[in-house]
């Protein structure tokens, strides 16, 4: 736990999670970012008399299956209800929402912390929510102006217990669920597009007491940095109060990146202003044992069970596994290597290495990259198996069938006359000659300067070019040097 002068700091995060859907939770139209203001919003956003909502079931399969992942106990049943407000993003007046009987109760979120050690944080609940619209301040000089679009579209919203002691594990947590949102496909994650949003609980206490401490939330944290800088900035701000004899008030704060400060927003409402009540336009809604037993059929091995499987069975060091689990889509290529014949170090190196290389050069995501996992192992094989030389690998081969991804590799070096001399008697034969014509730099290694054995390597790779593979040459060198004549 990290103490801040005699204080331990306490953290619960809420965090957003917009699910991505193609129609928005209540509503028969679909969002995507970056549409013209108000092109995405019908009658039932617009709250016209008369509208209903009608509830996709797509986003309430999406928040129990991101239940069902993290450990969480199901509601068999689970009701909406109406969280009362007056704000000019949500023209309803209300923000559909759950109080009582969220979709998941409890459950428990693992994470991996920077030094590479495993945390975990209990969950209170993860429900589900409809998102409101944005307010614009920037487009008119007395006025702002009010974009619908994202109002109705659906939200999880996961509620950590205040378990968390540290930035860092706030922010491994943060990171956590961005990292399950997408093996799980509930959504995209990205924070740039307000597609996932955290709100950081703070509060302090005296060392080792149980009681907690009066909190405050900064609101909308939108990175990895700014919700450690908001919660440094809090501890720092409480531990001052305290110190000097002073109480601090719980409030709602937000925090300004460009200062790395927080400040007070509005006053926190109590539940009891929301007057939640269940919505009369909105059926109780149940999950049935089978769906929930097709929906967690469809889960796939998560971040932290590959990361176990990579160490254990791959013997794969922690920080190459966790750059593989990193993103979902490049651990499953890296599955398909293996499954299709490559050696795991291969695997794990041939993508950290040339294919990132190529991927981050291209701009381009895995899932474009131009060759199958099929194709790049039969290439990455003939490496290893050293058919060919790293170097005719690299520099002859690999563009050109990146360029042409149906060329079967080894015909591709057969036809530049690239195989690798394995025919050892013909180097020996060659490295004979050189030790003839270099009678002085023999006689030097031998007394003793082992250096020069990189001469003789350099003199072979230039008569063999790349068609050598400098493992065998250097062997070679070494071979006929320390042979007595
Ligand atoms: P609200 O919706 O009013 O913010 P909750 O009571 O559900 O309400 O609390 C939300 C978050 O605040 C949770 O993540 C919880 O862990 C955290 N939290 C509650 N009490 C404290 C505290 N004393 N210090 C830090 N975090 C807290
Ligand atoms: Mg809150």
Redo the contacts with the bound molecule.
Sequence with gaps: MEQVNTYDL?????VHIQLGTLRKVFAPEGFSFGEAPNSQVSEVTMAHPGSLPIPNMECIYRVAKLGLALGCEIAAETRFARKNYFYPDLPKGYQLSQAENPICMGGELPFILPDGTQGAVAL??IHMEEDAGKLIHDQHATASMVDLNRAGTGLAEL?????LHSPEAAAACFASIQQLVRYLGVGEGDMEKGMLRC?A???L?PAGAAK????V?VKNLNSFNFLQAAIRFEAKRQAELLRSGELVQQETRTFNPSSGTTAPMRD?E??ADYRYFPDPDLQPIRLGKEKLASLKAEIPSLPLERLKQYREEYGMAHAKAVAIISEKTESDYFEGLIASGCTPKAAANWLLGPVREFLKEQKQEITSFPLDSVQLTRFINLVEQRTITREAAMGEIWPRLLAKPDVDPRALAENLGLMARTDTSELEQAMKELVDQFPNEVARYRKGKKGLKGFFVGELMKKFGKKADPKTVSSMVIKVLEEKN
């Excluded at 306490?10 to 809420?14: A, D, N, S």
């Excluded at 907690?212 to 909190?215: D, E, N, Q």
């Design positions: 306490v953290i619960g995060l809420e209170e609940r509620v950590t217990r205040p378990e709100d609980n703070v509060s206490k907690l401490g009066t909190r939330e926190k109590t539940a």
